[in-house]
């Protein structure tokens, strides 16, 4: 009897909460975790820092976990999106840099493809109540590389080729890599692989990570000099601008530029403050960090590393825009280049200013004039506001006109990927697209038709599988994730503990609450009574074969997913 009450009990317990599933298969056990600990990366973190709900010890044996690979395995395979850091524990691994072969000899990335039979059974499914959840009872077990990176299926590399052609670096016991992609929540920017058989790593996702920045100075000053000794090389490499730099020239550009970081990471409770009150384009421009004044000395290139920045000039007794920049761009190379041809008096033709938050390489003028100026393609020096290299009309042959400008950079619209937009000049309001998304996901479509909108074009509240996804900062699960492979953001409903942090910080509002229900239709609810909740939103219909249903299903080619950024494409679809 007692039994059959505790199980009743668990199978009504429907709420989800922080670690009910490890990272790993299971907890690390106290072994595993002092041994952790007596890694240099963890040896100054100090337990007595945490708080008691959130031990040091609870965050290593829940948010890390043990992997053992053997010689020739792929860790991490660059262009994946990556969420966690490694230490190697024993043995050593290799690396492909930015400026060696790539992946090469790796097998391309796996793509989780829907199958014919899931499509129909979908179609011949029965009908579900909106929001509907399997129970824990009914759900099936989870497997951690449902839920995260995983080192399966990466395939193998041949060690003695790779390692011979070059261009490879080694790391041992008690090493770190992967941090650079943890802390920017970007694509990893190399290959690892093992070196030896029985290598074992402690691999700390993003979750643990961010706790222990937070809680231990020591560890944030390590993980963050890290970050800037090996960053700024690779940057470099990866940037388009710099492919005519010889090596030796980039390292001393490395050994003397200088991160900089503009603004802050909650910037989008203001922001949407801001715009619920109306504010127009000049309040916007002034409440924006100043990184460089229009008609000041040129001091150093500017290279976009995270984030995006807006490029103003004065008019009468304000500011317009006119452009904005995002990773890999420029401010300043015009300028640089005018007074490499010995021109006087030159500064800088406009002003930048972080749109919430940007992090920015700055490199000084005179390594950008004997390195970076000789052999540049012309086109980087050509029609670009403060010496932008990739200035947002120039694909399109004619520039985005003023009041489109200001509505896609004031409503930040520019860090979408993905965007809903919906052309007002076609849209008859049938909402096929809003039947088809409830189609595709059960009965619970997963967008609302309406947003924000300039003339003809809508951005509708949807997900925008956005560049700098902030909403996945401060999940504490892990449950809203970008996946390895495609980098789309989805949420893991599995761990999702409805504490509603990333709706609160999805600056465009397309992350919704919802109570979730059961087979019956009744709400869940949890031991004391609460309705459960669980965060929902676009997930640009990962299971559907032809692709996001709400596209498909518009009769009249008036909804579109678009990068927000690709300008030619944006502007020839509104026509």
């Known amino acids: ?14 709420r989800n909460r922080r670690w009910d599933e490890p ?107 909106p929001e509907y959840r399997a129970t824990r009872h009914g759900r099936r077990a989870r497997t951690p590389a449902a839920r995260s990176d995983s080192l399966e299926g990466l395939g193998r590399v041949d060690v003695d080729a790779l390692m011979a052609q070059g261009g490879t670096f080694t790391l041992s016991a008690p090493e770190m890599f992967g941090e650079i992609a943890a802390l920017t929540r970007s694509p990893r920017n190399a290959s690892v692989f093992a070196l030896e058989d029985n290598t074992v790593l402690f691999e700390l996702r993003w979750q643990g990570l961010r706790e222990i920045r937070n809680w231990s100075l020591p560890f944030r000053e390590r ?54 009150r109306g504010r127009g384009t000049g309040h916007i421009i002034e409440q924006e960090p100043l990184i460089c004044q229009q008609g000041n000395h ?76 000789p052999g540049l393609p012309a086109h980087y020096l050509e029609g670009a506001p403060g010496g932008r290299s990739a200035p947002a009309e120039a694909a399109s042959g004619e520039p985005m006109r003023q009041g489109m400008m200001d509505f896609v950079v004031d409503h930040r619209f520019i860090n979408g990927e993905n965007a809903m937009v919906i052309n007002l000049d076609r849209c008859v309001g049938c909402d096929d697209c809003v039947r088809a998304c409830a189609t595709a996901h059960d009965n619970n479509p997963r967008f609302v038709r309406h947003g924000h909108a300039f003339e003809n074009a809508m951005i509708v509240n949807a997900c925008m599988h956005c560049s700098d996804p902030v909403c996945l900062i401060g999940c504490p699960t892990g449950a809203i994730h970008r996946t390895a492979e495609t980098g ?38 949890d031991r004391e009574g609460q309705a459960i909740a669980r965060a929902t939103k676009c997930d640009l219909c990962a299971g559907q074969l032809t692709g996001p249903a709400c596209a498909q299903a518009c009769p009249h080619d008036a909804l579109a997913r678009v990068n927000i950024r690709d300008t030619e494409t944006l502007l020839k679809w509104l026509g």
Request: proline share 3%; aromatic share 6%; charged share 25%.
């Open 23 to 129: 990272f790993g298969d299971a907890l690390l056990d106290p072994q595993a975790v002092a041994r952790v600990r007596a890694l240099p990366a963890f040896a100054d973190v100090e337990a007595g820092n945490f708080p008691s709900w959130l031990a040091l010890d609870d965050i290593l044996a829940n948010d890390g976990r043990l992997r053992r690979v053997d010689r020739g395995e792929v860790i991490i395979r660059k262009g994946d999106y990556g969420n966690s850091l490694f230490v190697i524990l024993s043995g050593r691994v290799a690396g492909l840099g930015a400026g060696a072969a790539g992946t090469r000899g790796t097998r391309p990335a796996r793509r989780t493809r829907p199958s014919w039979r899931r499509a129909l059974g979908r179609v011949f499914a029965r009908p579900t109540p």
């Open 223 to 276: 993980i963050d000099a890290l970050y800037h000794e090996r960053g700024l090389l690779t940057r470099l490499l990866q940037c388009p601008l710099f492919d005519h730099v010889n090596e030796a020239a980039l390292d001393e550009i490395a050994r003397h530029s200088l991160f900089e970081t503009y603004g802050n990471f909650d910037w989008t409770q203001r922001f949407k403050s801001e715009i619920g």
């Open 488 to 525: 789309t953001v989805i949420i893991d409903d599995g761990i999702c503990i409805g504490c509603s942090t990333c709706a609160n910080s999805c600056p465009y509002n397309n992350i919704r609450m919802v109570d979730i229900r059961d087979e019956s239709g009744a709400i869940m609810r």
């Open 298 to 373: 040129v001091d150093g290139l500017l290279l976009i590393n995270t984030g995006f920045a807006r490029v103003s000039e004065r008019v009468d007794h304000g500011e317009r825009t006119i452009g904005h920049l995002s990773h890999d761009d420029t401010f300043g190379l015009r300028e640089i280049s005018a007074m490499q041809r010995g021109e006087q008096g030159v500064t800088l033709s406009a002003s930048l200013r972080a749109i919430g938050y940007v992090d920015v390489i700055r490199i000084p003028t005179s390594l950008v004039r004997d390195h970076v100026l």
């Open 1 to 14: 009897m007692t039994v059959e009450i505790l199980d009743q009990q668990e199978e009504r317990d429907e």
